[in-house]
């Protein structure tokens, strides 16, 4: 196996963190299309790890694979090692419901079932059977996503019918509820308005006490403010096709401000993606 450069960059940069997911030789085919090639990654436990990149290069496929959410699609094949400390993700005896409940997941545009805020939150603990006094989780879970004090006097009320960043956090809670350690957050706040998102950003903060945070996003200020880890990802041309890869990844400060590479201080300052 080749050593690579990213690798060698990150462990100097949180060689204090246990990492909670590895990716080794990663590479991702929907058919014969190769949209990722030969990731080496290291996910640090308690830290925030986001994503960036041009449209295409891969930051959602890489996203979907740590909670086994492509295997859903016919055509994607992988080859490489991920594990999840240290056990083999994609071993044929790993279940990939126990997988997504280790490893939540929350979308770009807020998902809230249609049901009441509370049962939002309840539905995933009774199915995957967690035990414990119902009203205490769903406090506790809202209370976690910052949403407590907004809903507690409408717990009845659809989830639907609350605003946007609200539904946002409802989905977090959801997601916490049934107790992961890594929550993945595919642009999270794509579809919020400026407050809605400080307040889920200031949420992620909070949240990385608990659990490990991966997020996805286009918004440069956004990876500055809640990340301390930044992958930038780019895309090259390979026989006619594009394909994705790992550029460079280190501590967000030096992405920001002293990247190696040309292409992420170009990309970083807005010049091109
Ligand atoms: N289900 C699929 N079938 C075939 N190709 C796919 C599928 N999903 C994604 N791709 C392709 O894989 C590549 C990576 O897509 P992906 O959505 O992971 O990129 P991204 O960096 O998250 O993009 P964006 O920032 O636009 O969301 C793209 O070329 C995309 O068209």
Redesign the pocket.
Known sequence: MTVNNELINQSQAFSDSTSVIDVEDWNVY?GD?H?LKSIFLKVPKNKVTAFI?P???????LLRCFNRLNDL?P?FRATGRMTYHGQDLYSSNVDAVQVRRRIGMVFQKPNPFPKSIYDNIAYGVRVNGIKGDMDEIVEQSLRRAALWDEVKDKLKQNGTAISGGQQQRLCIARAIAVQPDVVLMDEPCASLDPISTLKIEELIHQLKENYTIVI?T?NMQQASRVADLTAF?NVRVVDDK?Q?YLAEVDRTEIIFQNPKEEATQQYVSGRFG
């Open positions: 929907y299309f949209a990149g449209s295409g290069c891969g930051k959602s496929t699609i055509s996805v286009h990802f594009r994705g």
